[in-house]
């Protein structure tokens, strides 16, 4: 599966050290696919979960709009994926991938992610910085509004539920 709460804090930590040691990290240090592009490989590792984590955000127009989905998996543990996207049959009961439905803590995790996202892109993408900020300010809104939509046991064994049953520290978290 892929999950928002695990993906906000492993995405703040790659940013954080890239603030706390930008000279460490420099392009073409990772060896990675994204090396050479004139941005720190260990920036684009975590731009690759933080753009994940912006299209887990409900719309515009829809209800929840702002809130986060809390994670996306199968309905049953799966090996290795081996299928694109779009080859998932989600009528099969052994193939489908499912959205779960959003939840404070992920709205949360992306307001701090996000927020922090849109501070270290701003010398190095505008547009994306910006989105990251919108994204940002608008998840922490949909949070306020509904600080209660905690996560908890889900059915299905396609994934870890990963429940939170008390957002104070990601309410503080996102704020500052």
């Given amino acids: 599966g892929k999950y928002v709460v695990n993906g906000g804090i492993s995405t703040w930590t790659l940013v ?77 009961p052994t193939n489908g991938r499912y959205l779960m439905p959003p939840s404070t803590a992920a709205t949360l995790n992306l307001a701090a992610t996000a927020a922090q996202c849109a501070r270290v892109w701003k010398m190095l993408d505008a547009d994306f910085a910006a989105r990251c900020l919108k994204a940002a300010e608008t998840a922490w809104e949909a949070a306020n509004a509904h600080p209660d939509m905690l996560y908890g046991r889900i059915p299905g064994d396609g994934g870890g539920d990963y429940g939170n049953s008390g957002v104070q520290d990601e309410f503080y978290w996102a704020a500052v």
Avoid at 19 to 32: A, R
């Fill in 16 to 92: 954080n050290l890239y603030e706390h040691s930008p000279k460490d990290f420099l392009d073409g240090s990772l060896n990675i696919p994204e090396s050479q592009n004139g941005l720190p490989d260990i920036l684009d590792e975590a731009r690759w979960e933080m753009d994940f984590m912006l299209r887990m955000q409900v719309p515009e127009g829809q209800p929840l709009a702002g809130m986060a989905h809390h994670k996306l998996h199968d309905l049953h543990w799966s090996g290795v994926p081996i299928k694109l996207p779009t080859e998932f049959d989600n009528d099969s």
